[in-house]
């Protein structure tokens, strides 16, 4: 009792210490003052915390408000902006797909066209373009194309065609189909008896369904400005639903080895984390993330975890009967994964426009559905972003699982694993490129320390291949699909890849041209808003109905048929 007296007289000692300054400072002024200056100090500590607590970082607000002054000074801005303008010129020279030498329809025809017309209509549209997918030359984009399946896809689609699950009494086998994909899904992913989910448009509506769920749980919870750890790596979905939903994006630097670090994602755990991401695999580099390793952060501090498998989802989980059992677990298996989201419209071989999200249990589902129960036209309830939604898409989708089977899916899975395993060996012995950490699955990144990389992706455009071309770091990647199992198809890429290089080490101060060195310039752009504009000029670009050299018209402007 004597202590705690001792330290009760410290601090009043303290305290009064601390009122009498106070009172000193005061001292003089008149009410209506200490009235006007504690309404002002509340007010400022209110702007202050609004202004230092938002969602985008105040380092990153201040280098966008730094640039945007500089863009504004007469000399500084002027030089920029003929950069953007000789930037937009090169990109819109290098981007053959947007030039179209033939007069855009632009109103109605005043007379219908007959069923031949409108058919060789679509028949010369079709065959616009120099890439042809069908020669195995493309990275990814198209995963079967066979022709076998595509027959089916299209009688399925035709009786389907003007269905609408957002009616499931009036078209209730449809949504029988829907239910069983979701249900075969979750079967695949290890998904216990209270495992759910819902099918989307793509893999990027299951992402963001799962960022909205995973928001609304937070809220729930009292987190006023959730927080969401992703990965660099992690798909741009996750930043397309933070800018949507008003959460808080952390990214979570990699590992030497294109990992997400583990220890960096423990460190940035806060009280407002409201999810955490990984990837199996990545999008970029193809690495699976250590899902085991962050679920055991997900167990401990009790957040929702999320595992993007909407590139590979439905590879990896055929891997195992296939002959190439992944290092580690990545599914429902793994105690703290929560959700799962997987396209069916890239290694599930349905048409494009088909995903599924999935949950460890419906408590989790409940976020992501939405509900009007006030609304004059009836109560309205939907389950993901759409309201109607192409019924004919989820009904190929069905097709196609039940068409394929679990044998066709691993047999398909063993050509595309075996493909990749022996680019990537026959890569690696290529002196002057390297491959990015230890890739499993369907994706092999390309770097090199030797010459700048987007000359060897301009020399394979040339040859015919399209592949995909990444940033920070420089490289770019092929993403493996059925159509690169064809004989042939694997042996000539690397023929074309050691050729390329050869090429290349004739002359290694060549400037890069082209794309490449469009992507070049824009990694080297401090001010990221620079990137966006010369992004959204070309977004602009794909809906332009101009012909070039000719009377300028955008898309919807009045015109003649």
């Known amino acids: 009792m004597d202590a705690i007296s001792s330290y009760k007289e410290i601090l009043q000692v303290y305290w009064e210490t601390a009122t009498g300054l106070v009172n000193a400072c005061c001292d003089g002024l008149e009410p209506w003052q200490l009235v006007g200056l504690t309404c002002s100090s509340t007010l400022l500590a209110v702007w202050l915390h609004s ?33 953007i303008d000789e930037a937009l010129n090169d990109v819109t020279s290098s981007l053959s797909f947007l030039k179209d030498e033939k007069d855009y329809i632009k109103a109605l025809p005043e007379q219908g066209m007959s069923q031949p017309e409108v058919l060789q209509k679509m028949k010369e549209y079709s065959s616009k373009g120099d890439v042809r997918w069908e020669d195995g030359k493309v990275s990814g984009t198209v995963y079967s194309g066979e022709e076998k399946l595509t027959r089916l896809l299209v009688q399925v689609y035709e009786e389907f065609a003007w269905s609408n699950p957002l009616h499931p009494d009036i078209f209730p086998g449809l949504r029988k189909m829907e239910a069983e994909v979701v249900r075969i899904a979750c079967t695949l992913f290890h998904g216990g008896p209270n495992s759910c989910g819902a099918m989307t448009s793509g893999g990027t509506e299951s992402i963001l369904m799962a960022c909205k769920a995973y928001r609304d749980l937070a809220y729930e919870r009292g987190i006023k400005h959730p927080e969401m750890l992703v990965p660099v790596s992690a798909h741009a979905a996750f930043d397309k639903a933070a800018h949507y939903f008003g959460l808080k994006m952390i990214h979570i630097p990699l590992t030497k ?61 055929f891997m195992e009967k296939a002959g190439f059992p992944l290092k580690h677990p990545f599914d429902f298996r793994v105690k703290g ?19 599924v999200v999935l949950y460890s249990d419906k408590k989790y589902r409940s976020y992501q559905f939405f509900v009007a129960p006030d609304w004059q036209g009836g109560i309205y ?18 097709a196609t699982l039940m068409h394929v089977g679990e044998s066709g899916y691993v047999e398909a899975t063993k050509r ?8 990537e060996s026959e890569l690696r012995k290529i002196d002057s490129i390297f491959i990015f950490g230890k ?56 023929k074309d890849v050691r050729d390329s290089i050869e090429d290349i080490m004739k002359d290694l101060n060549a400037k890069t041209t082209g794309m490449g060195a469009i992507y070049g310039m824009a990694q080297s752009i401090p001010d990221r808003s620079l990137v966006a504009e010369i992004s959204l000029a070309y977004l602009d670009g794909l809906y332009s109905t101009e012909v070039p050299g000719g009377e300028k018209h955008m898309n919807g402007s009045p015109g003649h048929y």
């Open 51 to 83: 202004f230092l607590f938002q969602p985008e970082s105040l380092t990153s607000r201040i280098k966008k408000q730094f640039f945007k002054l500089l863009r504004r000074t007469p000399f500084v801005g002027a030089i920029i902006q003929k950069k």
């Open 257 to 317: 080895t294109m990992e997400v670090d583990v220890q960096a994602m423990r460190r940035a755990i806060s009280k407002n984390t409201a999810m955490l991401v990984c990837s199996a695999p990545q999008f970029p580099h193809g690495i699976m993330d250590p899902i085991e390793e962050v679920a055991e952060l997900a167990v401990k501090y009790k957040i929702p975890f999320h595992v993007d498998a909407c590139l590979g989802g439905f590879l990896i989980v």
């Open 337 to 355: 994964v929560t959700s799962i989201s997987a396209d069916t419209h890239k290694y599930g071989y349905a048409p494009k426009g088909s995903s």
């Open 381 to 398: 309830a939907s389950p993901s972003v759409a309201g109607s939604r192409p019924g004919g898409i989820i009904a190929a989708c069905w």
């Open 416 to 423: 595309i694993i075996k493909t990749a395993r022996f680019l």
């Open 439 to 494: 890739p499993e699955v369907s994706v092999l990144s390309i770097g090199s320390d030797t010459f700048d990389i987007y000359r060897l992706s301009n020399l394979l455009a040339a040859k015919g291949w399209n592949l995909n071309v990444l940033q920070f770091p420089p490289s770019i990647h092929l993403c493996i699909t059925q159509l690169h199992t064809k004989p042939g198809v694997a042996e000539q890429f690397l």
